[in-house]
């Protein structure tokens, strides 16, 4: 009986957003000028078709000796994207394709969409993405239809499709992607728009398919589903106030497989009205925030509060953080003419709001980024954050680290500092500069950030740049200090750098070299040094076709805890971009003519 309750629900919101989608595209019709509609459709014949986009082809090689491979010896690419133009409408399209692979479980993909726009209607088709706010529907990807319509002072916009592929687990691969549930979801957004305000009603919704995979062995899976339903605004108080708010409400179902719930526990609190038809496994949970801003010649303030509950998740974020509490104040500043600027918000952070938790946390939390450019000459910059947000880091090339993809974190304290300092010298520029990062950031699985999961980086450089426009040279020399603590890996690299570029031909062709040299210190004393060099070039046949080749060869020596191996990477790459005008019917000759 559960399954047929599930299933109507989703049949219910998908009838809701076709029927508002008809609704809206009738308004749409009815509102245009028919006799306008008649003059363009007499001319439609001698419209020209304006067609621009471009391809890009991509082939990499790889070859080790030494060690197992890291990646399969050959793998491919194809990207494309193209714009149709014709009589007003405009529909952009972009495809992206690589080839499959076995041994490593690193998946194919298939990325292809297009957005036709006509004025203020826009058609959404395949892999496309919508935002509509940070507590509902924010920017992730989805591949099915979706819609946009902004007729005068009114915005409506819907969306249907799937938002996260199914992957088995597969015990035979080396690197095994963590097994999940189809996910399928649909969002809708209502608003208007005018002088000095605006304000939004949404919806939106996800569930697991539990038959789109085998039950998981090593790990439990389970297949949930949410519910999430928000109103926001924004609202203009006078010449110099503003004012920014959100409430959200998200019912989630850890396990949509269970039980329902029957009785009072069965009110639209829990349902959002219809739109979750609620388990033994419910969670719920509101959000809100709202921001005053303050604004005058040289100087703005604000003032801001947020509230995340526990219980409130939604499937339409990569993430998201919760039990979490914000007070926050602001200012930005300029001062010295706009020589030195300054932009600061600090606040306090309050977690384990329902004590549900022994132990909560409460501390200060603050952005700071402060910029000072006394000269053209000299430009120095810091920042400092320790707020929530999303940060993806790609760790430094270490061959002897077992995976080289990107490594999805959520950043909890970053501090920067860089200092330039440009020679004299308009025709040659040139230039010296420092930079420090340090970041402090904690791991996500499954779209739950792990508080007591944390890695730390370091990162220091000294960078020398010299450009010589004439001859179309360039050269750089650095010195790169990394430490890295995640886990119980801990590592520090020093890596001495240098580069050059040149081109030829009336820049036509440009070459590049650029070599380095990691020393690798760990935690237990076994030193690694790894040599890496690489060769680039790129050629540019005419405004239309680009062939590029770059070439990397690192080796490693041998140490006590590891043996040394050589690896090759190569990328063979072509690009071409066009623009097109076609017409269906030649142009009318002009009065009087022969």
Known sequence: MQHIDIKTAQAACRTRLLIMGMCCIA????????????????????????????????????????????????????LANMNLNFAGI?????????????????????????????????????????????????????????FELEPGRLYFAGMYGQLRRAVAEDFQSQQMLEPAYRRTGYGLKSGITGDGYEYNIMVFGAWDDPNSIEQPLNRVVLPANN??????????????????????????????RLEPLIGDERNAANTLLGLLQPTVSLITGNAGRAKLSYQTRGLGLNAGYERIDRGFRTMGALFFLSDAEYYTMGF?????????????????????????????????????????????????????????????????????????????????????????????GKDNPSSISLILTQQQANSIIDDVVQTDSESRF???????????????????ASLNANRTQVAVFD???????????KGYFNKKLQL???????????????????????????????????????????????????????????????????????????PAAPAGGN
């Open 27 to 78: 308004l749409a019709a009815g509102a245009q000028d028919v006799g306008q509609m008649v003059n363009q459709g007499k001319n439609i014949g001698r419209t020209p078709l304006q067609i621009t986009g471009g391809l890009n082809l991509a082939n990499n090689f790889y070859a080790s000796n030494g060690i197992n491979a890291r990646r399969d010896a050959l793998q491919w690419r194809i």
């Open 227 to 256: 519910a999430v339903a928000s109103i926001n605004g924004k609202q203009q108080l006078g010449k110099r106030f503003g004012l920014d708010m959100e409430l959200a409400r998200s019912a989630f179902n850890q396990d949509r």
């Open 332 to 424: 930005n500043k300029s001062l010295l003419k706009n020589k030195f600027n300054v932009f600061a918000n600090g606040g306090i952070e309050r977690t384990n709001l329902d004590d549900f938790e022994r132990n909560g946390t409460q501390r200060f939390v603050g952005s700071l980024n402060a910029n000072y450019a006394p000269s053209e000459q000299w430009n120095f910059n810091t920042s400092f954050s320790n707020f929530q947000n999303t940060s993806k880091l790609r760790t430094l090339f270490d061959p002897g680290s077992p995976v080289d993809s990107i490594i999805l974190a959520q950043t909890t304290q970053t501090i920067n500092g860089a200092v330039t300092y440009n020679l004299p």
């Open 458 to 476: 370091f990162n220091g450089s000294l960078i020398y740049s010299m450009s010589r426009p004439a001859r179309d040279l360039r050269f750089n």
């Open 90 to 146: 405009n529909a952009p399209f972009s495809l992206a394709f690589s080839d499959a692979n076995q041994q490593f479980n690193l998946p194919a993909y298939t990325f292809a969409g297009i957005s036709p726009t006509y004025k203020w209607a826009r058609l959404h088709l395949g892999d496309r993405s919508l935002n509509f706010s940070k507590y509902t529907l924010n920017s992730i990807n989805f591949r099915g239809v979706g």
């Open 491 to 501: 590592n520090f690299v020093l890596s001495p750098t240098l580069g050059i570029t």
């Open 512 to 586: 590049n070299a650029r070599t380095s040299y990691n020393l690798v210190l760990d935690a237990d004393g076994n030193d690694t040094g790894i040599f890496n060099f690489g060769l680039g070039s790129s050629l540019r046949v005419n405004k239309l076709h680009t062939l590029s080749f770059n070439t990397n060869l690192i080796n490693r020596g041998t140490s006590s805890a590891a043996t040394g191996f050589t690896e090759w990477y190569g990328q063979l790459m072509y690009n071409y971009n066009f623009t097109r005008n076609l017409r269906l019917l030649r």
